[in-house]
T-cell receptor
Framework: AQTVTQSQPEMSVQEAETVTLSCTYD???????LFWYKQPPSRQMILVIR??????QNATENRFSVNFQKAAKSFSLKISDSQLGDAAMYFC?????????????FGTGTRLTIIP | GAVVSQHPSWVICKSGTSVKIECRSL??????MFWYRQFPKQSLMLMAT?????????EQGVEKDKFLINHASLTLSTLTVTSAHPEDSSFYIC?????????????FGEGSWLTVV
């Protein structure tokens, strides 16, 4: 079974600085999808960024980028120019590519605090 | 991004009664939806996968007779908590698989707080 591990329960960063959240996963699949979701205090799950495993290029969305290391099964999220609105729980998630098995497997989350 | 709406946001019910939570995909058709439960300060726990026109697939340990899931249309899935007990109090979140977004991205509803008194 696939597992997702987030080893940092809590992280903090100074406003305008850069922070990296770690995520590792375990799978025997060669093709799959990886996601980072943000959950602010409102509890709404918001998609931050998506990465397809067959793509070598790291995904980027504005201030958010990933470092995808397929061989190491690592998928870290970098947040540049941190803003107060970035404070939230961040969940790393894995999804198999196969039809009929699209469920997400989540890590335990990292609580990010932004220091003004 | 795509919009998934969940209703109600908050619900209080008495022990022994049933309560229904709705999950709607507003701007796309979702053949597959998912229901999660989230305990305080914990990650999301998948309860079941809801497929339009067929029976839901429940995760191990989830009582299917207690948590009834119906996916009667391509835009609506419902979760009914039957004979609710205080231990069923929790945050429930639905999500929907978007068939047209690359990677079949999954979008989440706003969640529903259930309190059983």
């Amino acid at each position: 079974a696939q597992t997702v591990t987030q080893s940092q329960p809590e992280m903090s960063v100074q406003e305008a600085e850069t922070v990296t959240l770690s995520c590792t996963y375990d799978t025997s699949e060669s093709d799959y999808y990886l996601f980072w979701y943000k959950q602010p205090p409102s509890r709404q799950m918001i998609l931050v960024i998506r990465q397809e495993a067959y793509k070598q290029q790291n995904a980027t969305e504005n201030r958010f980028s990933v470092n995808f290391q397929k061989a190491a099964k690592s998928f870290s999220l970098k947040i540049s120019d941190s803003q107060l609105g970035d404070a939230a729980m961040y969940f790393c998630a894995y999804r198999a590519p196969s039809f009929g098995n699209e469920k997400l497997t989540f890590g335990t989350g990292t609580r990010l605090t932004i220091i003004p | 991004g795509a919009v998934v709406s969940q209703h109600p946001s908050w619900v209080i019910c008495k022990s022994g009664t049933s309560v229904k939570i709705e999950c709607r995909s507003l701007d796309f058709q979702a053949t597959t939806m998912f229901w999660y439960r989230q305990f305080p300060k914990q990650s999301l726990m998948l309860m079941a996968t809801s497929n339009e026109g067929s029976k839901a697939t429940y995760e191990q340990g989830v009582e299917k007779d207690k948590f009834l899931i119906n996916h009667a249309s391509l835009t609506l899935s419902t979760l009914t908590v039957t004979s609710a007990h205080p231990e069923d109090s929790s945050f429930y979140i639905c999500s929907a698989l978007h068939p047209d977004i690359p990677g079949n991205t999954i979008y989440f509803g706003e969640g529903s707080w259930l309190t059983v008194v």
